[in-house]
């Protein structure tokens, strides 16, 4: 075996040791800088990955009465990889991502109201990227991460009407991530599809454990629909194909059914992906009361109902955190945070200084957090790089050592963010990002191109909100005016005609892929059905209808 950096720089073990002078502390040091970057010990696909033979070499120079032994062996153990198995390395995956939180919706981020300790424990521990995007509502977001690409290549356009389906062309993520030998478990909201053929457990998830539609209650003609009368308290679950009744609020209920499953897969043998996806705090704002206290008389009464319920997925971090820790799955476990879209509620009391909110193509809209904790592997600090949800996909993918088909690589627009994990200021080709609100009336497709749009690089946004859908786009220098206040399109015409290029092409491109436009859903809800099947024409409680 040699390990270096770079192909002058190649040391055997007994040369290693010879360097180190019989140390542990220095051998665990010197075989991290030999390879390409401690952080590339970690990630299988790194060329450098040291092998398990390797290891027991190094480890039998050193003598007994080295004091560091112990240290340099988990370091070792931690980062090497069997020869026969490139991939004894890999993290278990915990991806949280939140319901209608915006970016401002956070202490860390500056909010002056709210308190998330343990949100921001994420953040002062990890990677965060302060330039990450997301799509500007739920189901596009979601669509969209579990594929790495823009969500209208998978057909979805809507939150509703069929048009939240991901087509069953596409591959997820969890299906990646499955045939990497991962065991795979949702836990929340899917918004994907609620006929029986999307759900999760059709598209890689070995655990399913979700509500209906958009929401908790929701229910919409055609297939988008929860449980008849479901609530946010005691709700009704499809669990593996199957409804229970659970009790509880909901995200107490949903991080507590991923902890039982996650102490399921620690004796088995496989990493895990968790994606824990609470629909907190999408409203109705339902709260206990407790985490309402926290912010009456602070905020408006509707906002302290929202704060309290992402007060209550703080205090759930706190307690997964907590587990992980007990369990000492802590350093083993890749921990990611991430919101789904812009603010829905919370804009009017702090927005980070950003123009719009949910279902806007503003900053404000698609800005999003993205926290990356795995202690041991990724020090903490900021990446400025513009970035986004689809690189998602490809980065775990890389984590994993999952190999991709060319019909998958050919799927993924986003890009792997491993390099920018590793070190920070790597290079970072310009890119450009296209937002697109959708929603449009159904047949109205072809003709709402500049309906609710934009498109940026890390430098310029080019906006187009109008409500009739004519073309009349705004321009903004984002590191001179972030709260996008001064349109200077007559100032930058060059860059105006640069970036409408880039869209023009980008919409034509999607237009054969919206394949739900026309879709017509079934005369009964999917899962009302299967909840009359089961239990009769009994209601489990009151409906709601919001979206």
């Given amino acids: 075996m040699a390990v270096g950096q770079g192909a002058g720089a190649?040391?055997?073990?007994?040369?290693?040791?010879?360097?180190?002078?019989?140390?542990?502390?220095?051998?665990?040091?010197?075989?991290?800088?030999?390879?390409?970057?401690?952080?590339?010990?970690?990630?299988?696909?790194?060329?450098?990955?040291?092998?398990?033979?390797?290891?027991?070499?190094?480890?039998?120079?050193?003598?007994?009465?080295?004091?560091?032994?112990?240290?340099?062996?988990?370091?070792?153990?931690?980062?090497?990889?069997?020869?026969?198995?490139?991939?004894?390395?890999?993290?278990?995956?915990?991806?949280?991502?939140?319901?209608?939180?915006?970016?401002?919706?956070?202490?860390c981020h500056g909010n002056p109201i709210l308190k998330t300790p343990n949100?921001?424990?994420?953040?002062?521990?990890?990677?965060?990227?302060?330039?990450?995007?997301?799509?500007?509502t739920c189901a596009p977001t979601r669509s969209a991460l579990l594929t790495g690409r823009h969500e209208f290549k998978n057909g979805v356009t809507h939150t509703i009407h069929e048009r939240e389906r991901l087509t069953l062309k596409a591959t997820t993520l969890a299906e990646v991530l499955k045939s990497a030998g991962y065991r795979t478990g949702i836990f929340?909201?899917?918004?994907?599809?609620?006929e029986p053929e999307r759900w999760p457990d059709k598209r890689g998830f070995d655990e399913m454990f979700i509500h209906g539609a958009g929401g908790i209650g929701q229910t919409f003609p055609g297939s988008c629909g929860d449980a008849p009368g479901n609530r946010y308290f005691d709700p009704v679950i499809l669990h593996n194909g199957r409804f229970e009744r659970t009790t509880g609020y909901c995200s107490d209920v949903f991080f507590t059914q991923a902890l039982q499953w996650l102490e399921t897969q620690r004796s088995a043998g496989k990493p895990f992906f968790v994606y824990l996806t609470p629909n907190a705090p999408h409203a109705p704002l339902d709260v206990p009361p407790e985490y309402e206290a926290r912010y009456t008389g602070k905020v408006s009464p509707m906002v302290a109902k929202f704060y309290g319920m992402i007060a209550n997925l703080d205090?759930?971090?706190?307690?997964?955190?907590?587990?992980?820790?007990?369990?000492?799955?802590?350093?083993?476990?890749?921990?990611?945070?991430?919101?789904?879209?812009g603010t829905a509620t919370g804009e009017g009391v702090f927005n980070a200084g950003m123009r719009g909110k949910k279902g806007t193509p503003w900053i404000g809209g698609t800005r999003a957090a993205s926290f990356w904790r795995w202690p041991g592997t990724l020090a903490?600090?900021?990446?400025?790089?513009?970035?986004?949800?689809?690189?998602?996909?490809?980065?775990?993918?890389?984590?994993?050592?999952?190999?991709?088909?060319?019909?998958?690589?050919?799927?993924?627009?986003?890009?792997?963010?491993?390099?920018?994990?590793?070190?920070?200021?790597?290079?970072?080709?310009?890119?450009?990002?296209?937002?697109?609100?959708?929603?449009?009336?159904?047949?109205?497709?072809?003709?709402?191109?500049?309906?609710?749009?934009?498109?940026r690089n890390a430098r310029w946004q080019l906006v187009c909100d109008t409500k009739d859908g004519a073309k009349r786009w705004?321009?903004?220098?984002?590191?001179?005016?972030?709260?996008?206040?001064?349109?200077?399109?007559?100032?930058?015409?060059?860059?105006?005609?640069?970036?409408?290029?880039?869209?023009?092409?980008?919409?034509?491109?999607?237009?054969?892929?919206?394949?739900?436009?026309?879709?017509?859903?079934?005369?009964?809800?999917?899962?009302?059905?299967?909840?009359?099947?089961?239990f009769g024409r009994e209601s489990s409680g009151s409906t709601n209808a919001n979206r």
């Fill in 10 to 107: 190649r040391f055997t073990p007994r040369q290693l040791v010879r360097l180190a002078g019989r140390d542990g502390r220095a051998v665990a040091w010197l075989i991290a800088l030999a390879a390409p970057g401690w952080a590339a010990l970690r990630f299988p696909s790194a060329r450098a990955a040291l092998h398990s033979s390797d290891v027991k070499l190094l480890l039998s120079f050193l003598p007994a009465r080295c004091l560091t032994l112990s240290l340099a062996a988990a370091v070792l153990t931690a980062t090497a990889t069997p020869a026969a198995e490139p991939s004894g390395a890999r993290p278990n995956l915990i991806l949280i991502l939140t319901d209608d939180q915006g970016y401002g919706d956070l202490s």
């Fill in 474 to 534: 705004q321009l903004f220098d984002l590191p001179a005016d972030p709260g996008e206040k001064t349109d200077v399109a007559a100032e930058h015409p060059e860059v105006v005609r640069e970036l409408e290029t880039a869209y023009d092409a980008w919409w034509t491109a999607i237009l054969p892929c919206l394949e739900n436009e026309d879709a017509t859903g079934p005369a009964v809800n999917p899962f009302k059905e299967l909840f009359r099947k089961q």
């Fill in 188 to 194: 929340g909201k899917w918004h994907l599809g609620d």
């Fill in 380 to 455: 903490s600090g900021d990446i400025a790089a513009l970035t986004a949800q689809v690189d998602v996909f490809p980065t775990l993918a890389e984590i994993a050592g999952a190999q991709l088909t060319p019909q998958v690589t050919r799927q993924v627009e986003g890009r792997s963010l491993v390099p920018l994990l590793k070190e920070p200021r790597a290079p970072w080709p310009e890119r450009t990002l296209v937002t697109h609100v959708g929603r449009w009336d159904r047949g109205q497709a072809a003709g709402s191109k500049y309906l609710h749009c934009s498109i």
């Fill in 315 to 341: 205090d759930n971090v706190g307690r997964l955190l907590a587990k992980l820790a007990e369990w000492k799955l802590d350093r083993d476990t890749l921990v990611i945070f991430m919101n789904d879209n």
């Fill in 119 to 136: 949100l921001d424990r994420l953040h002062d521990e990890g990677r965060r990227f302060t330039d990450f995007h997301v799509s500007p």
